[in-house]
């Protein structure tokens, strides 16, 4: 089985600063895909940014981007220019094809003004 | 907006009685989930249906039941719960098989108080 482990349980980063959120994951396949999601006080899940293993290029998203490390089953998220709205629970989540979705145990993330 | 709609946002139930949430997405998904996500915890997986087939997770109770009347519609049925089952229900969709890729698109989630 996968397993997904985010060891931050809590951030904290000044308004305009940047943070990373560090997560790693063991798995003997592949071939597989990574996520950031986001969870504000809102509720909704929604996807920051994905990874497929296959490609070595790290992904991008505005102010979002992650640092994979493949070899070293590591996939953190940077978050550039940090703004009051990214303050949220960030969960790292793994993906085999047909098979469930696993999530880490989250790490709430607050952004200082 | 999301893609996935839940309906209701909110529900305050007894213990005896029987309620359902409704989960609808309208992006033409072949896999939909029903998730339980207590404070402070990445949700869990309850139900997957999937290519017109239910995968239960053998963890949660019979009080809990799933029902998909149709591709788009995915609901919870609840009978007789418990206050245990306070939680933040979560519905997601995904394309399914050999999309893997565009991850899952979650509702906003309905907040159960079991009184």
């Known amino acids: 089985a996968q397993t997904v482990t985010q060891s931050q349980p809590e951030m904290s980063v000044q308004e305009a600063e940047t943070v990373t959120l560090s997560c790693t994951y063991d798995t003997s396949e592949s071939d597989y895909y990574l996520f950031w999601y986001k969870q504000p006080p809102s509720r909704q899940m929604i996807l920051v940014i994905r990874q497929e293993a296959y490609k070595q290029q790290n992904a991008t998203e505005n102010r979002f981007s992650v640092n994979f490390q493949k070899a070293a089953k590591s996939f953190s998220l940077k978050i550039s220019d940090s703004q009051l709205g990214d303050a949220a629970m960030y969960f790292c989540?793994?993906?085999?094809?047909?098979?469930?979705?696993?999530f880490g145990t989250g790490t709430r993330l607050t952004i200082i003004p | 907006d999301t893609e996935v709609t839940q309906t209701p946002k909110h529900l305050v139930m007894g213990m005896t009685n029987k309620k359902s949430l409704k989960c609808e997405q309208h992006?033409?998904?072949?896999?939909m989930y029903w998730y339980k996500q207590k404070a402070k915890k990445p949700p869990e997986l309850m139900f997957v249906?999937?290519?017109?087939?239910?995968?239960i997770n053998e963890s949660v109770p019979s009080r809990f039941s799933p029902e998909c009347p149709n591709s788009s519609l995915l609901n919870l049925h609840l009978h007789a719960l418990q206050p245990e089952d306070s939680a933040l229900y979560l519905c997601a969709s995904s394309q399914g098989r050999g999309q893997g890729a565009y991850g899952y698109t979650f509702g906003s989630g309905t907040r159960l108080t079991v009184v």
């Open positions: 989540a793994f993906l085999l094809e047909g098979e469930k979705l696993t």
């Open positions: 249906y999937s290519y017109e087939k239910l995968s």
């Open positions: 992006m033409g998904h072949r896999a």
